[in-house]
């Protein structure tokens, strides 16, 4: 497994370090420690441009330094240019399989105003993302997991699946149920007309169906490597951005693992995107899973 640290020198940079360092990782595993010096802050400043490329090079010599005494072996990578769009190229260039970036926290006008390094190397990575803040540093973690059933979220519960975690973890399982998929929305009822109500009976049965048979699925490939599933509101009904969220805050979830559909463009824009939600807004870590 090869993983990207993209670290700067806030110390939301230091929740991103001690998290690769404590977690445990496949055999095998290489980081590459990447720090962006922000070309758009020392433009026509050379002599600061310098300072900041000594100061970015003696932050990835510490975190390098760190993850080497735990066994692992380090690169190390320093660029200039924008970090929102540098990161996800490298990160593509490099061949990674995940990113790892802190968030800052921003409150949402901040957010809006500046836009988010977080929220662009989620949106823009060709990779698995995860956007760590500072209660995914746990001995023992709270995982839980969203799957709609779909193709992008099976990968996401193998993801899980296929690494080790910390002993004495704990998964929860969530399937959303939502009474029209936004997949497969109904076409709009003529005006002073209704669906009928066999019509939406039938509808939400499917969409319950659908969701039993994602948590059993997912149940079933997450119990056969013997990681500990417990039971929780598997398939409540409404918005599944919301209810994740809340479920994640209330059940005090360390981490948040989703697939990513990977849409694009215009398709994004109306259906929004629950993966990018769920990393913008949760409380806790969040891990968008490519292929």
């Not at 090079?57 to 190390?76: I, M, N, P, S």
């Not at 760590?132 to 979220?153: F, K, N, Q, Y």
């Not at 969530?174 to 002073?192: D, I, T």
């Not at 989703?258 to 994004?268: C, I, M, N």
Request: glycine share 8%; charged share 20%; hydrophobic share 45%.
């Amino acid at each position: 497994m090869k993983i990207l640290l993209a670290i700067d020198s806030s110390s939301t940079s230091e929740n991103v370090i001690h998290a690769a360092a404590t977690r445990p990782w496949p055999f095998g595993t290489t980081f590459c420690v990447l720090s962006i010096v922000d070309m758009g802050s020392w433009e026509g400043l050379p002599a600061l441009i310098e300072d900041a490329k000594r100061e970015a090079q003696g932050l990835v010599d510490v975190a390098a330094d760190k993850l080497t005494q735990c066994g692992y072996e380090v690169f190390r990578e320093i660029q200039l240019g924008a970090p929102k769009k540098a990161i996800p190229e490298f990160a593509g260039q490099w061949g990674a399989d995940l990113v790892m970036v802190g968030s800052h926290g921003q409150n949402k006008m901040i957010r809006f105003l500046l836009g988010s390094v977080a929220f662009a190397v989620v949106r823009g990575s060709p990779c698995s993302v995860e956007i760590v803040r500072a209660s995914a540093v746990e001995p023992a973690m709270r995982i839980l997991v969203a799957t709609d059933g779909s193709e992008c979220s099976v990968k996401a519960v193998y993801s899980v699946a296929n690494r080790p975690w910390p002993p004495q973890s704990r998964i929860r399982i969530m399937s959303v149920v939502q009474l029209v998929n936004p997949e497969n929305r109904l076409p709009a009822a003529p005006p002073g007309s209704e669906y009928p109500t066999s019509l939406l009976e039938e509808l939400w049965k499917r969409s319950r169906l659908r969701a039993d048979e994602a948590v059993a699925e997912a149940r079933k490939i997450l119990v056969g490597v013997n990681l500990n599933v417990c039971d929780g509101p598997a398939t409540p009904i409404g918005d599944p951005r919301a209810i994740l969220l809340d479920e994640a805050k209330t059940w005090a979830a360390n981490l948040i693992v989703v697939g990513s559909h990977g849409r694009q463009g215009l398709e994004r824009f109306l259906m929004g995107s629950v993966s990018e939600a769920i990393a913008l807004h949760a409380h806790c870590s969040v891990e968008v899973i490519r292929r």
